[in-house]
């Protein structure tokens, strides 16, 4: 990616599914840091937060967050820096299959949304 230069145009995708089995990995967070200014997009999925590292949770833009349980709900909550009057956090715990709470680097407060799978 050093070698392409920099672009403001989307080159190339990463869509890493099961990214916790890359955890250990030093490239990932290395990515997250350079990659955008170089036109590259990584996408990663994993069952906690935890699987990645700190480098990667800092660096990301867009989040969608799917229901999990205490203490994580509140790690992630917190990280989306949003007013204390929302209990976020309780919010993410209760999600029904199905939806997510989205938040992107424009907007000042996540959204709940209905994830639609084509089906209905």
Not at 16 to 43: C, N, Q, W, Y
Not at 88 to 114: F, H, N, R, W
């Amino acid at each position: 990616m050093f070698h392409w230069g920099e672009t403001n145009k989307l080159r190339f995708a990463i869509v890493l599914d099961e990214a916790h089995r890359l955890s250990k990995d030093i490239t990932l967070p290395k990515i997250m840091k350079e990659g955008r200014k170089f036109g590259i997009l990584v996408i990663t999925a994993s069952q906690g937060l935890g699987d990645f590292h700190q480098d990667v949770v800092d660096n990301v833009g867009s989040r969608i967050i799917f229901r999990t349980n205490y203490p994580i709900s509140r790690k992630i909550a917190k990280s989306l820096k949003i007013s204390k009057s929302i209990d976020l956090a309780t919010e993410i715990e209760q999600l029904d299959v199905g939806y997510a709470y989205v938040k992107t680097p424009e907007m000042s407060v996540p959204q709940k949304v209905k994830m639609f799978n084509g089906l209905y």
